[in-house]
């Protein structure tokens, strides 16, 4: 049959168009479903039509309304004017009819609800849909063509629909003249287009056979067509060398066109992975496991938790007295004293963050340049460490301290805050992930939290992002507390506040003392939850950051961290003869290194002048709108905050309980590669469900469980990604920094999956070549930059005078140099001095390493 035209079908707005909806879509949902959403869907609209047609609403200026009493008022026409405010005899009456009109098909709509409210509690909207006649016209639409709309609102309404739906073409005849009028005074004159008719057959009286025409009178016959026989198929051939036929894009078509008029084809044998990609997962399930990164990898601060408060805070303020406070406070204009690391070219001095959380004092603005400039790089950087920490201690580890009877307890040392939120967005990620039914507006369990805020300008500013979080003006002291009862006070020993997580960032750079820092460190340790506490250091990615960072790591091992072959310490007092050896507890490191060893990059503690080699990372964020006006940035809106950490556990050492590998023997498994290890327990529980015809899952899922990411080497510089070959610089398990190869030719799966590494990932599937790297790690007692420069500029001045005087002198060995004299006027080209250059830096470099044997052999 023959359908109604779209046009027809959109502009039905009462209730026939929504039964019609209801009752069309009862085949493919439910009777059930469909009567529950006819219910509200009739009951809203009924509720819509009551109250469109019998409140006393008040419509806008120039039109007529309806009051109580159901009398009509005409007022005053905006923007006309008219000879007479007395309507005549002949507009009452027109008025009084269409009034009449409507009504009655107001009354008709309200009875059509009623009539299906009332099948719909009967059971009956299913089968007997057809009583409400909701093929029938559409009356509002049918009279107005005639009678004229309800009112202007009604008229304006049905053409901003029209444009809405069609823009500037309209189906023929959507519009009457007087809609067609108003369309044209709002959008102009519309582009009018004939509609084709469509025909929609019901299923069942669907033919594939039947060819249907148009008969001329407006009608369809039916067109007789001689069939094929079906027993008759066509000839089938196949080529076994040939793919299935795949439709080409449009851009692959223009590709073979442009190849063939070059006379070439095209190549697509190293695009078959991603051409025809298989079932199996782009990433080994060890590659991903080894990550370390967010999800996504660039971070996206927070609007609810982070930008939204912080920018609502800094609205009180101009924006101009905000920028220029964070100038001053952090160096200029680019920030260089901030999260932000200047490039070596910059050469600016390494000096840690001026603004301290825990200082006593800070003025509004320098409270309001803290949040601004610190809060987007300090949460990146934190949430990056905690990321990489739950992935490493596993799913248990958070879900244990979610579950205590109070939550877990978290410090934030030296954030300002910024680590309680980082914290509380890993904790909502791993709750919603527990309970998948947890409404995201409601509340999830975040514990205790305490935040040390010296000032009360950041305090009362940190207070409005955080609930339920109390504030110490400093770290409690537990390094110079007395553990035990002495002879000048019996009482009992302080009980002391013990957290599970403990985040303290940019805290050590900016104690100059060596013998301050470790007990700071050793003041944090001791706040840990001697029951599996994690503490996390985080300082900035340059030299002297990492170096704080290493001397952390290096007290813990020597004094608190137990490990076979160094389970004391000897600690010496004012007298070498009062030597006692302390016990150290079980703990271990989460992150980032996978060994207990001295670090390779450290090997003296303190500065060492020239260092080129050190350990640090890096996380993208993208930067709020108030941290780009104080930058003045224009175009780039992300940034690559670089740091260097430390995470370790207190009291737990997976060592002993999981069985964690590490050494040389972890490096010897990790350089063969793990990437059978899937494959191969797969197998074996294969073969032993077939011997024993019952399901070993849980021996394959124990072989699995065996292997931990704690004994894998982590890559600690960009992969160098070549043609062929993937380069990484590990630091292995042995405690030793290597260069590993992974070719092509070592294994596809490998080779794969290295071209999607990244610097600080875990490497899993092996390498085919290892070797050691040679590291620039500066010397203590060496020389800088200004020394280094000084001396060669001397012995450069001294070897000049030698070879003014030498070459003078009968039997000199100063060589003969084929540089000819410069004369006066004469112009040389560049490359002509560079090679000159070149030639005369080896002659000095040969002359004084002669000089230098000759001396030797005289003394």
């Not at 005639?146 to 009604?154: C, N, V």
């Not at 409270?367 to 987007?376: D, F, G, M, R, T």
């Not at 009877?405 to 890993?426: K, Q």
């Not at 390779?600 to 941290?627: A, E, V």
């Amino acid at each position: 049959m023959l359908s109604s035209s779209p046009a027809s079908r959109v502009s039905r707005s009462c209730s026939h168009g929504l039964l019609r909806t209801i009752a069309s879509k009862s085949s493919q949902i439910g009777s059930q479903q469909l009567r529950g959403g006819a219910t509200n869907l009739i009951a809203q609209r009924y509720r819509y039509t009551t109250a469109r047609y019998e409140s006393p609403l008040i419509s806008p200026v120039g039109f007529p309304r309806k009051c109580a009493t159901g009398y009509r008022v005409n007022s005053w026409k905006n923007g006309r004017r008219h000879a007479s405010t007395v309507p005549s005899a002949d507009a009452n009456i027109e008025t009084d009819r269409k009034d009449a009109i409507y009504a009655v098909i107001d009354k008709i709509d309200r009875n059509e609800a009623e009539i299906a409210n009332l099948m719909n509690e009967l059971d009956l909207l299913d089968d007997y849909h057809e009583v409400l006649n909701l093929d029938g016209p559409e009356l509002d639409h049918a009279f107005s063509q005639t009678i004229g709309h309800r009112d202007q609102e009604t008229l304006e309404l049905r053409v901003r629909t029209a444009r809405q739906l069609f823009g500037e073409t309209l189906p023929d005849r959507f519009l009457n003249d007087t809609e067609l009028q108003l369309y044209a005074q709002l959008y102009g004159e519309p582009i009018i287009r004939e509609e084709e008719l469509e025909v929609e057959l019901e299923e069942d009286e669907r033919d594939p056979d039947t060819l249907l025409r148009e008969d001329g009178q407006g009608g369809w016959e039916e067109v007789d067509f001689e069939q094929a026989e079906a027993d008759i198929e066509a000839p089938l051939v196949y080529d076994m060398e040939a793919g299935p036929l795949e439709d080409e894009s449009l851009a692959m078509q223009r590709t073979r066109e442009v190849a063939a008029q070059l006379g070439g084809e095209v190549m697509l044998e190293q695009f078959e992975e991603e051409a025809n990609p298989d079932d199996t997962p782009r990433l080994h399930p060890l590659t991903v496991e080894g990550k370390f990164s967010t999800d996504p990898s660039t971070v996206f601060l927070p609007k609810d938790t982070v930008t939204g408060p912080i920018s609502v805070i800094l609205s009180d303020y101009s924006n101009k007295h905000i920028a220029d406070a964070a100038h001053r406070a952090f160096g200029g204009t680019r920030l260089p004293y901030s999260t932000t690391i200047p490039p070596p070219h910059a050469q600016v001095p390494q000096r840690p963050i001026p603004l301290e959380a825990s200082q006593r004092y800070m003025t509004d603005m320098e409270a309001n340049a803290y949040i601004a400039a610190l809060y987007p790089g300090l949460y990146t950087s934190i949430i990056s460490v905690l990321v990489e920490v739950r992935k490493r201690l596993g799913t248990d580890w958070i879900r244990k301290l979610i579950t205590k009877e109070e939550g877990p307890y978290i410090l934030d040392a030296s954030a300002g805050g910024a680590g309680v939120l980082a914290w509380r967005d890993v904790i909502r990620a791993e709750y919603e992930s527990m309970v998948p039914d947890h409404p995201k507006a409601s509340r999830y369990p975040v514990g205790r939290s305490t935040v040390v805020t010296g000032s009360e300008a950041l305090q009362l500013r940190a207070s409005l992002m955080l609930e339920n979080t109390t504030f110490l003006p400093r770290l409690p002291d537990y390094v110079h507390v007395r553990e035990k009862p002495t002879l000048d006070d019996e009482r009992p020993a302080p009980k002391r506040k013990q957290y599970d997580v403990i985040v303290a960032s940019h805290s050590l750079l900016g104690i100059d003392e060596e013998f301050l820092r470790k007990e700071h460190v050793e003041n944090l340790w001791n706040l840990l939850n001697p029951d599996g506490g994690v503490l996390i250091l985080l300082e900035k990615g340059h030299q002297k950051g990492f170096e704080a960072i290493a001397g952390a790591r290096d007290m813990l091992l020597k004094r608190h961290i137990s490990s076979p072959g160094s389970t004391h310490y000897a600690n010496l007092t004012e007298s070498p003869v009062d030597e006692t050896r302390v016990e150290k507890e079980p703990g271990m490191i989460i992150a980032p290194c996978t060994n207990h060893e001295k670090c390779p990059m450290f090997n003296t503690p303190g500065h060492s002048k020239g260092r080129k080699d050190f350990c640090h990372f890096q996380q993208r964020y993208i930067r709020p709108p108030f941290l780009q006006r104080i930058l003045g940035a224009k175009d780039r809106n992300h940034e690559d905050v670089k740091f260097s950490y430390v995470a370790v556990q207190r009291g737990v050492d997976m060592r002993e309980t999981q069985g964690i590998v590490q050494g040389p023997e972890a490096t010897d498994a990790a350089f063969a590669g793990y990437e059978d290890l899937h494959d191969t327990a797969a197998e074996e529980t294969e073969a032993l469900d077939q011997a024993t015809g019952f399901s070993s899952k849980a021996s394959e899922q124990n072989k699995l469980e065996n292997f931990h990411t704690l004994s894998l080497p982590r890559i600690v510089y960009h992969p160098m990604k070549r043609r062929g070959h993937v380069v990484f610089d590990t630091c292995t398990p042995a405690g030793k920094i290597e260069r590993w190869t992974v070719p092509r030719s070592f294994s596809r799966r490998a080779y794969k999956d290295a071209r999607k590494a990244f610097w600080g990932d875990l490497w899993a599937l092996g390498a085919k070549t290892r070797i050691p790297r040679s590291l620039r790690i500066g010397d203590k007692h060496g020389e800088g930059k200004k020394e280094r420069l000084a001396r060669r500029a001397a012995l450069k001045a001294e070897l000049a005078e030698d070879a003014e005087h030498e070459p003078q002198s009968e039997g000199s060995d100063w060589p003969e140099l084929p540089i000819p004299q410069r004369k006066k006027g004469q112009t040389i080209p560049s490359w002509k001095k560079h090679a000159d250059k070149k030639t005369m830096r080896q002659a000095l470099k040969k002359h004084a390493a002669a000089k230098v044997a000759q001396d030797e052999s005289l003394v």
